[in-house]
């Protein structure tokens, strides 16, 4: 059982910028992937970025070159720097765990353990 723990949403301006962490309980953090999502009221869930247990990365097109994944192992947590913040980018982001770290996954199916999200707002 893997528990995720997500922080550090809020409200922001555009072009603005804020770091999410997602804390996990599992003992075998480093051999996961980790990913984060979000979800925008009215729309489906949708990838946002993931990090294998190589530190590999993978982004959506809609964040690349503005949103940065990065791991500590010693800290169990996974971050999600935004920067250059956009009012489309406003939903709850939620953290996922993959006990298959070895692959990139975008699907939410692939994904074994979910936090409880954050949520971000961006105002113009």
């Known amino acids: ?16 910028s804020l770091r999410l962490s997602c804390a996990a309980s599992a003992r075998t953090f480093s051999s996961l992937t980790m990913g984060w999502f979000r979800q925008a009221p009215g729309k489906e869930r949708e990838f946002v970025a993931a990090i294998t247990r190589a530190s590999s990365t993978y982004y959506a097109d809609s964040v690349k070159g503005r949103f940065i994944i990065s791991r500590d192992n010693a800290k169990n947590t996974v971050y999600l720097q935004m920067n250059s913040l956009k009012p489309e980018d406003t939903a709850d982001y939620y953290c996922a765990a993959d006990l298959n770290g070895y692959s990139i996954y975008t699907r939410q199916a692939e994904y074994d353990y979910w936090g409880q999200g954050t949520q971000v707002t961006v105002s113009s």
């Open 1 to 16: 059982q893997v528990q995720l723990v997500e922080s550090g949403g809020g409200l922001v301006q555009a072009g603005g």
